[in-house]
């Protein structure tokens, strides 16, 4: 599994995790991993801290969902696309961590 990002990556593995996607994704989506618009959009909107997006992400996303389930229905060859670039803040760097955690599997960035 790996992660990048729409602008870069368009191959057939691609998954969006994304609450939105590009008007010209056709692919594969994944909304549980999405971050939730409401507080998305207040941690935008107030600059709030790298710290309290995790903290909501965990609390309302990673913290109800099963790492080994959600791997699976993945699959280890899919590449986990959002809209930042790399080296940016983002959600799918929280994911790479809880997969790390919770089954030792190492996910990169593309």
Known sequence: M?????????GENAVSIAGKTPD?????????LAPKYDWWKKWRDESLSEEWYKEQYYKTILDKLDARQVYEELGEDAVLLCWEKSGKFCHRHLI??????????????L
Do not use: C, H, M, P
């Open 24 to 32: 010209w994704y056709k692919g594969r989506e994944y909304k549980k």
């Open 2 to 10: 790996n992660t990048s990002y729409f602008a870069k990556y368009k």
């Open 96 to 109: 790479t961590d809880w997969f790390q955690k919770e089954l030792g599997i190492e996910v990169t960035e």
